[in-house]
């Protein structure tokens, strides 16, 4: 087996020539290995800036955006870059919700190179899931649907379905109340007391799918 020194192979490492992103040794290349990509710092509250250092890569290009994920939800934050591209800066939008967001940043040319954790510190985005007051009750109780989109109008019919049948089989909530686009209420209809799904419904009848869809409610016994 044929063996060499620690020195030899050291000399042989740093004898290797660097070719358009790979390297290239006696005929073969290997892949690039990419640095990460710092943010400094690593927590802070709107609007306070904040850098990426993409040293020695130099990826952070003219036209290059952080991208900070909360949940699924994506900001996209403009850079302040200059070459030769090792560097770039940028502000926390006065009103970008608190939270642990992941960032990465994204080039003009699509790629996306993910920097790492983020913590901004400030008040938890506004809910946005709507939400049915109380959850159970006897018929006639009185609930009272909060949509945070403001999607509600005063021709929405509220339906109480049971669970796995259309919604054309059940049954429309009595007293109707249109109190505002993120508000209406109704009564609980005669129904049996189980489990169903409350739907909100555009007034259009030909609109088959739900505004709203689906919030838990159980009838119990009076």
């Known amino acids: 087996m044929w063996k060499v020194s620690r020195r030899d192979f ?5 004898n290797l020539v660097m070719v358009g992103g790979g390297v ?35 990826r952070l290009v003219d036209g290059t955006v952080a991208v900070f994920d909360l949940n699924g939800v994506k900001s996209e934050i403009p850079l302040r870059t200059h070459s030769p591209y090792k560097t770039a800066h940028g502000d926390l939008p006065a009103n970008l919700p608190g939270g642990d967001y992941l960032v990465s940043f994204k080039t003009p040319s699509g790629e ?5 954790p983020f913590k901004v510190i400030g008040p938890p985005p506004e809910p946005t899931v709507p939400t049915i007051e109380p959850t159970s009750g006897p018929v006639g109780t009185l609930i009272t649907i909060t949509d945070p989109q403001g999607r509600l109008t005063g021709a929405d019919r509220i339906m109480f379905t049971q669970p796995g049948n259309p919604f054309e089989t ?12 993120t508000e209406v209420k109704g009564k609980v209809p005669q129904a049996d007391e ?9 007034g259009d009848p030909t609109l088959n799918e739900p505004l709203i869809d689906v919030l838990g409610f159980e009838i119990t016994l009076g």
């Open 112 to 116: 996306e190179f993910e920097v790492g």
């Open 24 to 58: 290239l040794a006696y005929g073969f290349r290997l892949p690039a290995v990419w640095a990460p990509v710092k943010i400094a710092p690593t927590r802070a509250a709107p609007p306070h800036p904040f850098e990426l250092i993409d040293t020695p890569e130099g």
């Open 170 to 181: 059940g049954t429309p909530a009595g007293e109707f109340q249109f109190v505002s686009a």
């Open 10 to 14: 050291l000399r042989y490492i740093r």
């Open 194 to 202: 189980v489990p169903h799904d409350v739907t909100v419904h555009a």
